[in-house]
């Protein structure tokens, strides 16, 4: 009889190994089920910085629509841009002008307001003054009806091939 006691008493210790282990998978399930929540969400916030089109990405007609409106500023401002700001493109000194931004239209075809992503003159950072310039013709231009209601990054500019 003590034999059978001391099995039986054996099995209340087993028990208890066998609920621990349940309460350690408890617990490990529930840091997953976290663990996927917090990449879930970090996820969400990278898709939704990312979701902003470049200009190239756009639709067929919105691309040609931006084309159009960027070919008029390079010809009708890039130049007296430069020249304004004593700006010289050559191999040596100054490889490029130009800056990257989100632009955002509104439902009348209006700049409605932009956000600098980077901005170098020959390689350095655009003083206050330069990025308003570069700006500043489109917060006057009426943009064509394709690019209404619409956020895209753009780069406003351009650098020579050395």
């Not at 008493?9 to 617990?27: R, S």
């Not at 500023?73 to 002008?97: A, D, H, R």
């Not at 006057?140 to 990054?153: D, H, R, T, V, W």
Request: net charge positive; proline share 2%; aromatic share 14%.
């Amino acid at each position: 009889m003590r034999r059978k006691k001391k099995e039986e008493n054996k099995n209340p210790n087993g028990w208890l190994y066998v609920k621990a282990l349940f309460y350690l998978l408890e617990m490990k399930s529930l840091y997953l089920i976290l663990l996927f929540l917090l990449a879930s969400i970090i996820f969400k916030a990278q898709v939704t910085q990312d979701s902003i089109p470049k200009h190239y990405e756009l639709n067929r007609p919105q691309y040609n629509a931006w084309n159009i409106v960027y070919q008029e500023w390079m010809t009708k401002e890039y130049g007296k841009i430069l020249k304004e700001n004593n700006l010289k493109m050559n191999c040596g000194t100054c490889v490029s002008v130009f800056m990257n931004a989100v632009i955002t239209i509104d439902s009348l075809g209006k700049l409605k307001e932009y956000k600098v992503i980077t901005a170098k003159k020959c390689g350095a950072s655009f003083t206050k003054k330069l990025e308003e310039r570069f700006m500043q013709w489109f917060f006057s231009f009426k943009f064509p009806i394709e690019l209404y209601n619409s956020k895209f990054e753009v780069k406003l500019g351009t650098g020579l091939k050395c």
